[in-house]
C-alpha cells in the first residue's frame, strides 16, 4: 500500500511507523514542517513538494484540528483518484473534510488514542453509509494492527469517543500522578511510588481486559468488608463524587469535541 501522511507528529509518527513495521505499508511519504526533507526516504516540507503525478492508497492526515483544510488544500488528482482520506483530527466532520479534498475520494474520520504507540490502542471509525465495503476492511485491518477498532454509525458518536477514548488515557495518567504523589506522601521512595503507580494500572487494565470481564465484580473482590479498600472507595464515593467529576470531566470534552466540529 503506497501510503502519503500529512502532519507526522506524535499521532501520525505513531501510526506511521507501527504499519510500516507490521509490514502493511510498502512505501510511506510524509509531508511535515518540523521533519528534514528527503525525497529519497519520502520525506517533504510541504505537499506541494511531493510528486504530483503519484497515486496513494492512503492520504492521512494527522495535522491539529485548525489546519486540518489546509493541510489537504493542495492535493492533485493524481494523488486522491485512487485513495482514501483517513482523518485523525478531532472535531473536523467528514463534510469538511470532503469538501476539503473537492469530493474526490472518500473520507473515513478515525479516533485513535496514544496507546497505539505499544499496539494497545482504541479507535473509534467513522465512514459515511456509501463508503465501499472492501475499503472498509482494510481501514480496519491497519487500525486493528495498533489496537482494537470501533466502526460507529452516526458521525456525533465520535464526540462521545474522542471524550471516553481519545483523550481517556490522559485521565488514567492523571490518576496516576495523584496515586503516585499520595504514596510519596505515605512516606514511599518517589521511584517506588511510581512502579507501584504503573504496574497498579497495567494490572488493573490486564484484568479489565479478560473476556467478560465485569467492572464491578472485579472492584467488589478487591475490597474486604470494612477493610483498606473500603475505607478509600467510600472517600471516592462519598455523595456520588467520583462518577460525578468523571462525568462532568467527559462532558467538558464532549462539549469541546462539538465546538470543533462547529468551527471546521
Ligand atoms: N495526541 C493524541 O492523543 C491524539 C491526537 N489526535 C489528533 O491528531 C492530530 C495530531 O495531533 P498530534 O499528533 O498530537 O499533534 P502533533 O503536534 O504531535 O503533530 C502534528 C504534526 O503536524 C505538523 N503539521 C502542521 N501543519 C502541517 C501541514 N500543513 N502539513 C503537514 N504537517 C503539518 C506539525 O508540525 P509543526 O509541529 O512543525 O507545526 C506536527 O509535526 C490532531 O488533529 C488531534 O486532534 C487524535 C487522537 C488522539
Ligand atoms: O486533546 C485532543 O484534542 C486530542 C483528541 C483526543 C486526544 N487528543
Same mark, same amino acid.
Given at each position: 500500500m503506497n501510503v502519503l501522511f500529512i502532519g507526522y507528529g506524535r499521532m501520525g509518527g505513531?501510526?506511521? &511507523? $507501527?504499519?510500516? @513495521?507490521?509490514?502493511l505499508v510498502n512505501h510511506l511519504s510524509i509531508v511535515d514542517p518540523g521533519l528534514t526533507a528527503d525525497a529519497e526516504q519520502g520525506r517533504y516540507i510541504r505537499l506541494e513538494d511531493v510528486p504530483?503525478? +503519484?497515486?496513494?492508497?492512503?492520504?492521512?492526515?494527522? %495535522?491539529?484540528?485548525?489546519? $486540518?483544510?489546509?493541510?489537504?488544500?493542495g492535493l492533485t488528482d493524481h494523488q486522491c483518484q485512487q485513495a482514501t482520506v483517513v482523518s485523525v483530527a478531532a472535531g473536523v466532520t467528514e463534510r469538511t473534510l470532503s469538501n476539503a479534498v473537492g469530493q474526490r475520494c472518500p473520507v473515513v474520520r478515525a479516533m485513535p488514542n496514544t496507546p497505539v504507540l505499544v499496539g494497545a490502542g482504541c479507535t473509534g471509525l467513522y465512514a459515511t453509509?456509501?463508503?465501499?465495503?472492501? +475499503?472498509?476492511? %482494510?481501514?480496519? +485491518?491497519?487500525f486493528e494492527a495498533v489496537g482494537a477498532a470501533y466502526w460507529v454509525s452516526e458521525e456525533q458518536q465520535l464526540d462521545a469517543v474522542t471524550a471516553i477514548s481519545g483523550s481517556g488515557p490522559a485521565y488514567y495518567h492523571l490518576f496516576s500522578e495523584a496515586l503516585a504523589e499520595a504514596g510519596i506522601k505515605l512516606g514511599l521512595d518517589p521511584e517506588l511510588a511510581r512502579?507501584?503507580?504503573?504496574?497498579?494500572?497495567?494490572?488493573?487494565a490486564t484484568l479489565q481486559h479478560q473476556?467478560?470481564? &465485569?467492572?464491578?465484580?472485579l472492584r467488589v473482590a478487591v475490597t474486604s468488608p470494612n477493610g483498606t479498600t473500603a475505607a478509600a472507595?467510600?472517600?471516592?464515593?462519598? @455523595?456520588?463524587q467520583l462518577r460525578a467529576l468523571v462525568e462532568a470531566a467527559t462532558g467538558a470534552a464532549h462539549r469541546r469535541s462539538v465546538e470543533l466540529s462547529n468551527e471546521s
Open positions: 505513531a501510526l506511521g &511507523n $507501527a504499519w510500516l @513495521q507490521a509490514g504530483q503525478h +503519484r497515486a496513494f492508497d492512503l492520504i492521512v492526515l494527522a %495535522v491539529k484540528p485548525a489546519y $486540518a483544510t489546509a493541510a489537504l488544500a453509509e456509501h463508503f465501499d465495503a472492501s +475499503r472498509q476492511a %482494510v481501514i480496519s +485491518r491497519l512502579s507501584l503507580a504503573a504496574q497498579t494500572a497495567f494490572g488493573a473476556p467478560h470481564a &465485569n467492572f464491578t465484580d472507595i467510600d472517600v471516592f464515593e462519598t @455523595q456520588g
